[in-house]
């Protein structure tokens, strides 16, 4: 895979991520709710945490990218 397709994904990966964070912050802002429902359990933890998982793949790639094209 070419170095620049390697880039594009990973910041696609982070945009994705970013724009789930952003989502969810918006529709706590909307609801005024802020606060984490109770009850849900690891479920919660996990749509909470896959933007930030995202984010993460996304930058990697973007780095191994980089790392990768620059050679």
């Not at 594009?8 to 802002?29: C, P, V």
């Amino acid at each position: 895979m070419k170095s620049y397709v390697k880039l594009a994904s990973g910041l696609m990966f982070s945009g994705m991520g970013a724009i789930a964070l952003e989502r969810m912050a918006a529709n706590g802002l909307a609801r005024n709710a802020m606060h984490l429902p109770e009850g849900m359990g690891w479920l919660l933890s996990g749509f909470i945490l896959i933007p930030f998982a995202l984010i993460a793949a996304g930058v990697l790639v973007y780095i191994a990218g980089a790392i990768l094209g620059l050679k």
